[in-house]
Structures are given as structure tokens and as C-alpha cells.
């Protein structure tokens, strides 16, 4: 969620019923056979995004080859208890750091309050198994910040002093809090920036501080997006391969790629995979049942939002420190870490030749299934704006459902999806021309391609369609007025007026796309490396200072989307003020 920016996500459920409001039946009437045939696209969308969980399923439905009872008394045990430990700490970490860095920024006013706001945002450009990779190193026993530790308190060796291993379930929590509370702290500011004053007013001449009106009245109407937000860190929690492994956290993500990679058990990384997709799944049902009844309106002519309360200079350093303090330890220091040993690289053997055939392989993959996931979207999206209803509503939520799953379990749907294909098309090469076909996809990348377009689709459509739910409908009456068929209105308005959508959404994509570790690790054809995988590679290995220059490229395009949503923020807060 990889890190994805979860603003696209969160915009999923708008579209659908804003679509719903403003289309009649005039324009499925006048979408004609035009329109069925844009519905039958988006349904093989939704049918490209479900294979690969049904292959899952039929795989798993075979049996293990022997192993599925070691599997049960040995190994699930312990990974459902370390995922469902790091879940609960991590859940509870970004809601608080979310959720006191949202009402922070936007309840007081001190100097730095401005900067604070985007630099929060700042840990997304840090995936995961970076974070990981960087502390790991930053915290050695040997290294420089244990021993200027030791030499500010005397010691002489880490006998006599060390801090406690980060290779621990506390220490991984702590990484992925400090990395994925943005997630938390996006939809929770929105809720907080939204929210009338004329209520927080009330409260004040009730006579209730500014610290209760946090609890009683803020917290308790911002819930639902604390919701949201901390079910996309869950879920990029369980996407998570590299850092639980780098940690030693066994969780249930690492089991099935130890299950397929080191036992050749795809039967029964399958099963653990199911298992884990039931886990989402349930996820995501208790954070809808847990804002089932929490509809909040308010009048944004009538009202205006909440004004920040001056404080003193005193206690605005405070604010600041406190507020800084999630930016050092998600973003500051692994980033400062990698610059620091990529120089130290540079210098002493200058840029790998590996790098640029890294890059090269790194932005093909990236780019073939940008382009493939917005093609995709564009379908969808426009297919929901054609035909309201059910039907395009129903296909909408399948082809989003590969971001609910994480990049391991995509990767095996995937594996056996497209090995079904190799296997089919070699056959019938031989029977028909005597010639082997060999491994035509999962020996040329589109593997690779495929798991990133299933992962990603969600981005793509969500943030797409909330594009064209923004042009009013009007515009397609006058098009069909004038001649245009629904693919000439959509070449010729839709397009135009959605590219500041259709470039977003692709920006997004792209960047989860080159941070994506599970899938491109498990999929990737013999001989070619991304940064992702270079970097896990030379992570496992120890050898960190050879990963760095790959790890700081992944950090640098990662900030792409920062940037993007520090943008949007900007904007919604200047629409705000304007109201």
C-alpha cells in the first residue's frame, strides 16, 4: 500500500450514489446497445480481478501434498497469534497518532501548524520493508546511535548496554504505526476540517474545555473516517511480506510465502492464503458494521468550520515537537539513513551497473500495468456512469476487490491462473503444431503485470469515477444531441474534462506499482530484479549499504503522491474557507 494514498479509496463510496442521483433513465434509454456493450467490458474487468481468487480457491480445494497437518499444529498457530497481535497494535497505534495529529493541526494554532499539516504525510513515501530495513541498521548493537548512546552514559560495549532488539512484535508494531498512521490522519483532518463550529461553539458555552470537546464532540462524529483509516493500515498491514520477515514477526503473510517458496507447497499456501482472505474480509465487515448508523450532514452554506485557538508560544513548541515527532521517526531518519549510505555507496564504488537494468525493469513493469489498470478503469468507471443500476454497481465492487487482498494472496491466484493458461496453450502447441510454447506468461512478466493490475484497479476506477461524477450530466444529453454516440461523448467530453482524475489516479498507481514487494517477488520471471526485490534481497543477505541507492530511488518516486495529496488538501481547505 505497497503504501497507497488512501484518498482515491476513500472516494469509492461517493461516486456510486452521487452517479445514482444525477442519471435518469433518459441516459440508459439514449445508452442504447452502446451501453450494454460498456457493461459487458466492465463485467470482464470484474471477471479478470475474481479469476484469480477462484483459482485460489479451486487450488486450495486439491489438498496439501502431506504438509497441511504440519501446517496446522506448527505453523498457523503461531502465525494467526503474531497477526493478530501486530493487527491489534497497529490498529491502536495509528488511531492515536492519526487521530491526535488530525485534531493537532486543525484545532490549534501555532507557528509550523502549515508545515506540519502536508509533512505529516511524509511516512506514506516510506514503504514498509524500508522502514524496516533502515532501522535495522540505524538500531544495530554496533551501530552509531547505540554507541553515542553508550558514550553519553559511560559504557564502553553493547555487553555492557544495548537497547532492546528490534527484531521483536514491539518494534514492528512501532515501525509499521509510525509508517502507515497517515492513513488514520487523511480522512480524519477532512472529518475535523468539515465539521461545523457552530457545534464545537456550543459545547464551549456549555462550559466544556477545548481537551472534552475532543472526546464528547470531535472524536465521537469523526469515527467513521478513524473507521476507514484504520482498516486501510490493517489491510496494509497484512500486505506487508518484507518487514514482518526482516523482524522476525511471523505472521500469516510471511507463512504462505515460506508455505510456496521453501516447502513448494502451493496447496497449502493456498489455504493459508484463503484464510487470510477471510481475515480481510472480516475486516472489512466490522469497519462498515462499525459506522452502519453513522450518517452526519451538514449544512456547508449555513456553517463554518472549525476555527483554530491561538495558543501560547510556549505551547505551540510543544505542538510542534509533538507533532514532529511521527515526521522524524516515519520519514527524517530512514530517509536521512538512506541518503547518507547511498553517498557512502556512490563514493566508494560509484552506481552499479545492476541499477539501471533494475530501473529499466522496475519502470516497464510499472508503466505496462499503469497502463493496463487505467485502460481498465476508465471501462468501469465509465460503464457506472452509462448504466445506473444494480448490475454496474455490483461490477464496480468486483473489480475493486484486489486491493482488499494482500499482494501474496493475489500472487498466488495469479500463479495459478496464468499457469493453467501456459499449461493449456503448450498443449494444444504440441498437439496441433509439435512445437512448445513453454512459459509464455509467466516467463515474460505479464504475471507480474497481471497481480499489479488485480491489486490496483481499486485506485484507478474509485479515483476515476469520482472524476466523472464531478461533470454534470447535462453535458451528455448535449453530446447525444448532437449526433455523438456514448463512445464519442466519452472521447470527446469525458476525457477532456476527467484528466486532472485519470492522471491522479495513474500517478497513484504507478507508485504503488514500483513499491508493490509481495507480488513482483513472487511473480517476477528468473534474472530480473526491481528495486523492491533488489533491496529485499540485499536485506536478507545483511548487506544493507548495496540496497541503499535502490531504497532511497523507491523513497524519492514515492513522495510523487505526497506531493499530490498535500495538493488536494490545499485545495479542499481553500473550497472550505471559501464556503
Same mark, same amino acid.
Given at each position: 500500500?505497497?503504501?497507497?494514498?488512501?484518498?482515491?479509496?476513500?472516494?469509492?463510496?461517493?461516486?456510486?450514489?452521487?452517479?445514482?442521483?444525477?442519471? @435518469?433513465?433518459?441516459?440508459?434509454?439514449?445508452?442504447?446497445?452502446?451501453?450494454?456493450?460498456?457493461?459487458?467490458?466492465?463485467?470482464?474487468? %470484474?471477471?479478470?480481478?475474481?479469476?484469480?481468487?477462484?483459482?485460489?480457491?479451486?487450488?486450495?480445494?486439491? @489438498?496439501?501434498?502431506?504438509?497441511?497437518?504440519?501446517?496446522?499444529?506448527?505453523?498457523?498457530?503461531?502465525?494467526?497469534?503474531?497477526?493478530?497481535?501486530?493487527?491489534?497494535?497497529?490498529?491502536?497505534?495509528?488511531?492515536?497518532?492519526?487521530?491526535?495529529?488530525?485534531?493537532?493541526?486543525?484545532?490549534?494554532?501555532?507557528?509550523?501548524?502549515?508545515?506540519?499539516?502536508?509533512?505529516?504525510?511524509?511516512?506514506?513515501?516510506?514503504?514498509?520493508?524500508?522502514?524496516?530495513?533502515?532501522?535495522?541498521?540505524?538500531?544495530?548493537?554496533? @551501530?552509531?546511535?547505540?554507541?553515542?548512546?553508550?558514550?553519553?552514559?559511560?559504557?564502553?560495549?553493547?555487553?555492557?548496554?544495548?537497547?532492546?532488539?528490534?527484531?521483536?512484535?514491539?518494534?514492528?508494531?512501532?515501525?509499521?504505526?509510525?509508517?502507515?498512521?497517515?492513513?488514520?490522519?487523511?480522512?480524519?483532518?477532512?472529518?475535523? #476540517?468539515?465539521?461545523?463550529?457552530?457545534?464545537?461553539?456550543?459545547?464551549?458555552?456549555?462550559?466544556?474545555?477545548?481537551?472534552?470537546?475532543?472526546?464528547?464532540?470531535?472524536?465521537?462524529?469523526?469515527?467513521?473516517?478513524?473507521?476507514?483509516?484504520?482498516?486501510? %493500515?490493517?489491510?496494509?498491514?497484512?500486505?506487508?511480506?518484507?518487514?514482518?520477515?526482516?523482524?522476525?514477526?511471523?505472521?500469516?503473510?510471511?507463512?504462505?510465502?515460506?508455505?510456496?517458496?521453501?516447502?513448494?507447497?502451493?496447496?497449502?499456501?493456498?489455504?493459508? %492464503?484463503?484464510?487470510?482472505?477471510?481475515?480481510?474480509? @472480516?475486516?472489512?465487515?466490522?469497519?462498515?458494521?462499525?459506522?452502519?448508523?453513522?450518517?452526519?450532514?451538514?449544512?456547508?452554506?449555513?456553517?463554518?468550520?472549525?476555527?483554530?485557538?491561538?495558543?501560547?508560544?510556549?505551547?505551540?513548541?510543544?505542538?510542534?515537537?509533538?507533532?514532529?515527532?511521527? #515526521?522524524?521517526?516515519?520519514?527524517?531518519?530512514?530517509?536521512?539513513?538512506?541518503? $547518507?549510505?547511498?553517498?557512502?555507496?556512490?563514493?566508494?564504488?560509484?552506481?552499479?551497473?545492476?541499477?539501471?537494468?533494475?530501473?529499466?525493469?522496475?519502470?516497464?513493469?510499472?508503466?505496462?500495468?499503469?497502463?493496463? $489498470?487505467?485502460?481498465?478503469?476508465?471501462?468501469?468507471?465509465?460503464?457506472?456512469?452509462?448504466?445506473?443500476?444494480?448490475?454496474?454497481?455490483?461490477?464496480?465492487?468486483?473489480?475493486?476487490?484486489?486491493?482488499?487482498?494482500?499482494?501474496?494472496?493475489?500472487?498466488?491466484?495469479?500463479?495459478?491462473?496464468?499457469?493453467?493458461?501456459?499449461?493449456?496453450?503448450?498443449?494444444?502447441?504440441?498437439?496441433?503444431?509439435?512445437?512448445?510454447?513453454?512459459?509464455?506468461?509467466?516467463?515474460?512478466?505479464?504475471?507480474?503485470?497481471?497481480?499489479?493490475?488485480?491489486?490496483?484497479?481499486?485506485?484507478?476506477?474509485?479515483?476515476?469515477?469520482?472524476?466523472?461524477?464531478? *461533470?454534470?450530466?447535462?453535458?451528455?444529453?448535449?453530446?447525444?444531441?448532437?449526433?455523438?454516440?456514448?463512445?464519442?461523448?466519452?472521447?470527446?467530453?469525458?476525457?477532456?474534462?476527467?484528466?486532472?482524475? *485519470?492522471?491522479?489516479?495513474?500517478?497513484?498507481?504507478?507508485?504503488?506499482?514500483?513499491?508493490?514487494?509481495?507480488?513482483?517477488?513472487?511473480?517476477?520471471?528468473?534474472?530480473?530484479?526491481?528495486? %523492491?526485490?533488489?533491496?529485499?534481497?540485499?536485506?536478507?543477505?545483511?548487506?544493507?549499504?548495496?540496497?541503499? *541507492?535502490?531504497?532511497?530511488? *523507491?523513497?524519492?518516486?514515492?513522495?510523487?503522491?505526497?506531493?499530490?495529496?498535500?495538493?488536494?488538501?490545499?485545495?479542499?481547505?481553500?473550497?472550505?474557507?471559501?464556503?
Amino acid at each position: 500500500m505497497g503504501t497507497g494514498a488512501p484518498s482515491s479509496h476513500l472516494l469509492m463510496d461517493i461516486p456510486m450514489s452521487a452517479s445514482k442521483s444525477v442519471a @435518469g433513465p433518459s441516459v440508459v434509454s439514449h445508452a442504447g446497445r452502446s451501453g450494454r456493450n460498456w457493461l459487458a467490458l466492465s463485467a470482464i474487468a %470484474a471477471l479478470i480481478v475474481v479469476l484469480p481468487v477462484a483459482g485460489l480457491a479451486l487450488e486450495a480445494l486439491k @489438498g496439501s501434498t502431506g504438509l497441511w497437518a504440519h501446517l496446522f499444529s506448527s505453523v498457523l498457530p503461531v502465525a494467526l497469534r503474531d497477526t493478530v497481535i501486530l493487527l491489534v497494535g497497529v490498529g491502536l497505534l495509528t488511531a492515536v497518532l492519526g487521530t491526535t495529529t488530525a485534531w493537532l493541526v486543525t484545532a490549534y494554532d501555532f507557528p509550523g501548524r502549515r508545515l506540519l499539516e502536508w509533512a505529516l504525510l511524509l511516512p506514506l513515501a516510506v514503504p514498509t520493508y524500508i522502514i524496516a530495513y533502515a532501522y535495522l541498521d540505524i538500531l544495530h548493537p554496533i @551501530g552509531s546511535v547505540q554507541g553515542a548512546i553508550r558514550w553519553v552514559l559511560g559504557y564502553e560495549s553493547p555487553r555492557q548496554f544495548r537497547l532492546p532488539d528490534i527484531r521483536s512484535m514491539i518494534g514492528c508494531i512501532l515501525l509499521l504505526g509510525f509508517v502507515l498512521y497517515p492513513y488514520v490522519y487523511i480522512p480524519t483532518r477532512a472529518m475535523f #476540517i468539515t465539521q461545523s463550529g457552530n457545534l464545537i461553539d456550543a459545547a464551549r458555552t456549555l462550559g466544556i474545555s477545548r481537551r472534552a470537546v475532543f472526546w464528547r464532540v470531535a472524536l465521537p462524529l469523526a469515527r467513521p473516517a478513524v473507521a476507514v483509516g484504520i482498516a486501510l %493500515a490493517l489491510m496494509e498491514t497484512l500486505n506487508d511480506v518484507g518487514a514482518a520477515e526482516f523482524l522476525g514477526v511471523r505472521t500469516m503473510t510471511v507463512s504462505i510465502y515460506t508455505t510456496w517458496i521453501t516447502r513448494t507447497d502451493l496447496p497449502g499456501a493456498s489455504q493459508i %492464503a484463503l484464510a487470510l482472505l477471510l481475515i480481510v474480509v @472480516g475486516l472489512v465487515a466490522v469497519e462498515r458494521w462499525a459506522r452502519r448508523k453513522q450518517r452526519y450532514a451538514t449544512d456547508a452554506r449555513r456553517s463554518r468550520g472549525l476555527k483554530p485557538q491561538k495558543v501560547s508560544a510556549v505551547n505551540g513548541m510543544l505542538l510542534l515537537f509533538m507533532g514532529s515527532v511521527p #515526521i522524524l521517526l516515519g520519514f527524517v531518519a530512514p530517509a536521512l539513513y538512506l541518503t $547518507t549510505e547511498a553517498w557512502k555507496r556512490y563514493q566508494f564504488a560509484g552506481v552499479s551497473p545492476r541499477l539501471l537494468n533494475e530501473a529499466i525493469s522496475t519502470i516497464t513493469i510499472a508503466t505496462l500495468a499503469t497502463v493496463v $489498470t487505467i485502460s481498465l478503469g476508465l471501462v468501469v468507471a465509465y460503464a457506472t456512469r452509462l448504466r445506473p443500476g444494480k448490475a454496474s454497481a455490483t461490477l464496480l465492487r468486483l473489480s475493486t476487490v484486489g486491493y482488499a487482498a494482500p499482494g501474496t494472496v493475489v500472487a498466488i491466484g495469479v500463479l495459478i491462473v496464468l499457469a493453467g493458461f501456459d499449461r493449456f496453450i503448450d498443449r494444444t502447441a504440441l498437439d496441433w503444431c509439435g512445437i512448445s510454447t513453454g512459459l509464455l506468461f509467466m516467463g515474460s512478466g505479464a504475471a507480474v503485470v497481471y497481480a499489479l493490475t488485480v491489486r490496483f484497479l481499486a485506485i484507478s476506477a474509485g479515483g476515476i469515477e469520482a472524476g466523472l461524477s464531478r *461533470i454534470p450530466m447535462s453535458l451528455d444529453h448535449a453530446s447525444r444531441t448532437l449526433g455523438q454516440s456514448p463512445a464519442g461523448t466519452f472521447r470527446h467530453v469525458h476525457l477532456p474534462l476527467s484528466k486532472a482524475a *485519470i492522471s491522479a489516479a495513474a500517478l497513484l498507481v504507478f507508485v504503488d506499482c514500483i513499491k508493490e514487494l509481495p507480488a513482483t517477488l513472487l511473480l517476477r520471471p528468473l534474472n530480473v530484479e526491481t528495486f %523492491a526485490t533488489h533491496l529485499y534481497g540485499e536485506a536478507a543477505r545483511g548487506t544493507y549499504e548495496e540496497a541503499s *541507492i535502490a531504497a532511497l530511488a *523507491i523513497v524519492a518516486i514515492s513522495v510523487l503522491p505526497v506531493i499530490l495529496l498535500s495538493r488536494i488538501g490545499t485545495a479542499g481547505r481553500s473550497v472550505a474557507a471559501d464556503r
